[in-house]
Nanobody, 122 residues
Framework: QMQFVESGGGLVQPGGSLRLSCVAS????????VGWFRQAPGKEREPISC????????EYADSVKGRFTISRDGAKNTVYLQMNNLKPEDTAVYYC???????????????WGQGTQVTVSS
């Protein structure tokens, strides 16, 4: 079964940067688009970025566009999320998941991992 392990979160001041990693096991990510999602306390899980299986196409939510960059390394079976100019509103638990049927719709199998906590505070 596919399993995801997210890492790289932490406490950072506004304007700072973090690089999140998503490592998959049990299945190669080469065949799937991969999305990053986040969930703040009391809020719904929201999609924030997606990268196609080839890495050619990327999608970003308006809230993170221009600040976050998604990328992937097939050899390492890993997807990254570079987060720059972080804002307090970015505080959330971040998750990754395989996305089926292209990035549009962010359809997943709801096989969520533990996620990694990102806290942006001064």
């Amino acid at each position: 079964q596919m399993q995801f392990v997210e890492s790289g979160g932490g406490l950072v001041q506004p304007g700072g940067s973090l690089r999140l990693s998503c490592v998959a096991s049990g299945l190669s990510l080469d065949y799937y688009a991969v999305g990053w999602f986040r969930q703040a306390p009391g809020k719904e899980r929201e999609p924030i970025s997606c990268i196609s299986s080839s890495g050619t196409n990327t999608e970003y939510a308006d809230s993170v566009k221009g600040r976050f960059t998604i990328s992937r390394d097939g050899a390492k079976n890993t997807v990254y999320l570079q987060m720059n100019n972080l804002k307090p509103e970015d505080t959330a638990v971040y998750y990754c998941a395989a996305v089926f049927g292209h990035c549009a719709g962010y359809h997943t199998n709801d096989n969520w991992g533990q996620g990694t906590q990102v806290t942006v505070s001064s």
